[in-house]
C-alpha cells in the first residue's frame, strides 16, 4: 500500500506539472492558450467636455483629490465617521461579502488542477449453485473483497471554459470591494448629512429659544400696558400667542433632534444616546470645489468600477457558455489494492489500477445550450446597459451637485442681507418705540419677520454643506482613514 501511495502521488505532480501555472509552448501552447467566446473590450462612453461650465484643465486638481477629514474640519464629526466605519453593520456585511467573493475565486480556480482522492470498499459476496438437468451441482462460495486505492482526476481546459468561470468570479470579487468603497462612500455622506442636519436643528432650536424670551417680554410690556388701561386685551392675546407658538415649536425641535441623533446611533451601529457636537452651523466655512476632469469619474466613482467589474464577469460568462457546446477532455488515474482480508489492503493484496482518457460532450439537449447562450448574451448586454447608465447617472449626480452649492451661495447672500435688514429693522422699531414715536406693534412685527428669516437662512446653510457632501461623493472622492491611501484605477 506504501508503493500505492509513491505512485498515486507521483501521477498528480505529473498531472500537476502539465496545469496552467506556466502555459506549454509551440502547438500546445497555442491549444492551451484558446478561450472561446468574446475578449472584453470597454463600451464606448460619451464623456462630457464639462460640468455644465466647471471645466476642469489637465493639471487642475479635483476637490475629489482632498481627503475628507481635511474636507470637513470638525472634530466631532470626524470622530463620528470613524466610529462608523468601525461598527457600523451594513459595513461589516460588506467585509464578509468581499471574503465569501474572495474564497469563490479559489473555488473557481481550483478546478484548474488535479483532483485527488482516496476511495475504499468492503464487500462480501456469495456465487451460488448453478444446476442443470444434466449437471451435477456446482458448490457455492461466499468470499469478502477488500479494496482501497488513490484517485487522480483532471480536466483539461481546453477551451477555457474553467478559465473563463476563474475570470467572471475575479470580476465578481472586484466588484463586491468596488461594492464596499460604494457602502463606505455612502456610509461617509449619510452620516455627514445627518450630522449637518442635526447642527441645523440646533440652530433653529436656539432661534426658537431667542423668540420664546422675547416674545414672553412682548407678553409682559402688553400685559402691564394692559393693566394700566393703556392698551388692549387684543395685544396681550396676541403676544401670548406669539409665545405659545414658538414653546410649541420648541418642543417639536427637541423631539426632533433626538430622533436626528437615533439616526446618527443606527449609522454608528451603536445604540440611541446623545451625540456630541464640534463647529456650530455659521462656523462652518464652505471649502473652495474645483471638479477636476469629466473623464476623473470613470477611475474614482466605485459604482462605475463596480458596473464595469459586472460587466466584465457578464462577458467571462458568455465564454463559459460557448465552451459548454465542445465536447470535455479528462484523463484519470487510480491505483490501490484488493484482497480478502482487509490488511491484505495494505501489505500482500494484488494491485488495482488504471489509467483513462475520457471525452464527453453534448449532442442533442433540447436547444438547452444555446438557450443558455442567448441567456449569457442578454445578460451580458443589460450589464452594458447598466454601466452606461451608471455613468450618465454618475454626471446628472455632479452636474447637479455643482448647481446645488452655485445657487445655494447665492441664496444664502441674499438671505443674509435679508436678515441683516430685518435686525436692523428690530432695531429701529425698538428705538423708535424707545423715543415714545411708535407703539410696540411695530417692533413686534418686525420680530415676527425676522426669526423666520434666521431659520430659513439656517437651512440654507445646512443645504449648503450638504451640497458639498454631496459634490465630494458624485465626483468620487475617497473615504478611506487617515494615513491609508484609496486606490484609483
Known sequence: MIRSVYVAVAAAILFAGCAPTTEP???????????????????????????????????????????????????????????????????????????????????????????????????????????????????????????????????????????????????????????????????????????????????????????????QRTLDVFTRRYVGGTDTKISTSRAEANLRSSEARIAALEQQRTQQEDAIGVLLGANPGPVARG????????????????????????????????????????????????????????????????GDVFKNGFSVWNIAGNVTGPIFQGGKLLESYYAQKAFWDQSIARYQATVVESFREVADALAAETRLAEQRTAQGRQVAALREAVRLSLASYDAGVSDYIGVLDAEQLLYPAEVALAQTERDQLIAVVNLYKALGGGWAMPGEQVAQR
Open 25 to 215: 509552448k509551440g502547438a500546445l501552447g497555442r491549444l492551451w492558450r484558446l478561450e472561446v467566446g468574446p475578449n472584453y473590450q470597454p463600451p464606448h462612453v460619451d464623456t462630457p467636455d464639462d460640468f455644465r461650465g466647471r471645466i476642469g484643465s489637465a493639471d487642475a486638481a479635483s476637490f475629489a483629490d482632498v481627503p475628507w477629514w481635511q474636507v470637513f474640519g470638525d472634530p466631532a464629526l470626524q470622530d463620528l465617521v470613524r466610529r462608523a466605519l468601525a461598527g457600523n453593520y451594513d459595513l461589516q456585511a460588506a467585509v464578509a461579502a468581499i471574503e465569501q467573493a474572495r474564497a469563490e475565486v479559489g473555488i473557481a480556480a481550483s478546478d484548474l488542477y488535479p483532483q485527488v482522492g482516496y476511495q475504499g470498499s468492503a464487500e462480501r459476496q456469495k456465487i451460488g449453485t448453478i444446476r442443470g438437468e444434466s449437471q451435477s451441482a456446482l458448490p457455492g462460495s461466499t468470499f469478502n473483497t477488500f479494496t482501497g486505492a488513490f484517485n487522480v482526476a483532471w480536466e483539461i481546459d481546453v477551451w477555457g471554459r474553467i478559465r473563463r468561470s476563474t475570470e467572471a468570479a475575479r470580476a465578481e470579487f472586484l466588484a463586491s470591494e468596488e461594492a464596499h468603497r460604494g457602502i463606505v462612500a455612502t456610509l461617509v455622506s449619510d452620516m455627514a448629512t445627518n450630522y449637518f442636519q442635526l447642527l441645523e436643528l440646533d440652530r433653529e432650536h436656539a432661534i426658537a429659544h431667542e423668540s420664546a424670551e422675547t416674545y
Open 279 to 342: 463647529v456650530a452651523l455659521v462656523d462652518h466655512a464652505t471649502p473652495v470645489t474645483p471638479a477636476g476632469l469629466t473623464t476623473d469619474l470613470l477611475r474614482r466613482r466605485p459604482d462605475i468600477r463596480q458596473a464595469e467589474q459586472n460587466m466584465i464577469a457578464a462577458n467571462a460568462e458568455v465564454g463559459v457558455a460557448v465552451a459548454n457546446f465542445f465536447p470535455t477532455i479528462g484523463l484519470s488515474a487510480l491505483y490501490g489494492n484488493s484482497g480478502s482480508r482487509i
